[in-house]
């Protein structure tokens, strides 16, 4: 008989943020995101979580759930990598750069920015993300697996 085990919860870092927890938080995102495993990511967010993401809004774990489904299909052998840029007491802003190849093995690096809110459990309500993709070759990645 073979169970399966909830995926882990993120660590709950709660605002107000210092600079020290607005880190902690930037890199349990990244290490989230990474492991590209879409029940263990949306544990961060709120069950009504709002999002923008590129030209797509939508709300709810469940929609973030689908969304990162459709992501990773098409973005493969996804590495992210997430830089604190500005904290406020509930809000993060960070900056991010992560490449992937698509199914023809062009490669892409895609760059941006998102701005975070949090409740004052520590889940996101809030995610506002603009990103721009550009191509490279695969001698070009910064950002390989550990």
């Known amino acids: 008989m ?5 995926p882990a919860k993120p660590p709950v870092i709660k605002p107000p943020f210092t600079l020290e927890t607005a880190k902690a938080k930037v890199k349990a ?3 989230a995101w990474n492991s590209r495993d879409p029940e263990r990511c949306a544990l961060a967010y709120t069950e009504d979580s709002d999002w923008r993401n590129r030209d797509e809004f939508f709300k709810g774990r469940e929609a973030i759930k689908a969304f990162l489904k459709r992501k990773w299909a098409k973005e ?3 590495q ?3 830089e604190l840029w500005a904290f406020t007491d509930n809000r993060i802003a960070v900056r991010f750069e992560y490449e992937w ?3 023809a093995g062009q490669w892409y690096r895609s760059h941006g920015n998102e701005q975070w809110e949090f409740n004052e459990e520590g889940l996101m309500k809030r995610r506002d993300a603009s990103i721009n993709d550009v191509k490279i070759e695969e001698k070009d990645r910064r950002y390989r697996p550990a």
């Open 2 to 6: 073979t169970t399966t085990t909830p």
């Open 29 to 31: 995102a990244e290490n």
């Open 76 to 78: 493969l052998d996804y």
């Open 80 to 82: 992210l990598m997430k």
């Open 101 to 103: 190849h698509d199914a």
